[in-house]
């Protein structure tokens, strides 16, 4: 079974508008973090924003947020007034602590695509 | 701060043949993780390296493989190519913070490895 699950394999959104891009997330393990990180086309992935588990405030940062759901095992990534910059990959990773096969489990991504 | 650097940044090889990639870690972080992404299967772990001795380890045949120096440089090698090893070939450095699951992982540009 998928561990984290990005069910949009595409988006367009107009310059300037604000995008929400989905996530979700499936573990057992009480203790966890989530990522996203953005991929442009050159290739080099770039962190993003991290959630611990037991953060009580969603993490923010600069434009970025994320809206994270813990009972529903949701942690969507919120862009606010996206920038033709922003068009990219995005992947949201999670990071089990107690789980002894101690990775980071990424998804399929979403590609985003910022129309001028 | 220098960030995570990897040679060479695009290799072409042969089936049969085999192939060494470099990574140096951020300064001071101690823990180097390899992961293969192709459009495919996305990005897969490979294995993580932390104090020169492997930590974890992906589902990749033995044909694949790792180490870490002392200095934390990492090396993975690739022996008998295949074509199915076509791939961005992306390493990640880790500080490993102590607090929990808050281990970003800051990746390098990757090496885009394509067999022929």
């Known amino acids: 079974a998928q561990k984290i699950t990005q069910t949009q394999p595409g988006m367009f959104v107009q310059e300037k508008e604000a995008v929400t891009l989905d996530c979700t997330y499936d573990?057992?393990?009480?203790?966890?973090?989530l990522f996203w990180y953005k991929q442009p086309s050159s290739g080099e992935m770039i962190f993003l924003i991290y959630?611990?588990?037991?953060?009580?405030q969603n993490a923010t940062e600069g434009r970025y947020s994320l809206n994270f759901q813990k009972a529903r095992k949701s942690a969507n990534l919120v862009i606010s007034a996206s920038q033709l910059g922003d068009s990219a990959m995005y992947f949201c990773a999670m990071r089990e602590v107690e789980n002894r096969d101690d990775k980071i489990i990424f998804g399929k991504g979403t590609r985003l695509h910022i129309l001028p | 701060k220098a960030g995570v650097t990897q040679t060479p940044r695009y290799l072409i090889k042969t089936r049969g043949q085999q192939v060494t990639l470099s990574c140096s870690p951020i300064s001071g972080h101690r823990s180097v993780s390899w992961y293969q992404q192709t459009p495919g299967q996305g990005l897969q772990f490979l294995f993580e390296?932390?104090?020169?001795?492997?930590?974890n380890k992906g589902n990749f045949p033995g044909r694949f493989s790792g180490r870490q120096f002392s200095n934390s440089r990492s090396e993975m090698n690739v022996s008998t190519l295949e074509l199915g090893d076509s791939a961005l070939y992306l390493c990640?450095?880790?500080?490993?913070?102590?607090?929990?699951?808050?281990?970003?992982?800051?990746f390098g540009p990757g090496t885009r490895l394509l067999v022929l």
């Open positions: 959630q611990g588990s037991y953060d009580q």
């Open positions: 390296y932390f104090s020169e001795t492997q930590r």
């Open positions: 990640a450095s880790t500080l490993l913070a102590a607090s929990l699951g808050e281990e970003t992982q800051y």
């Open positions: 573990t057992s393990d009480p203790s966890y973090g």
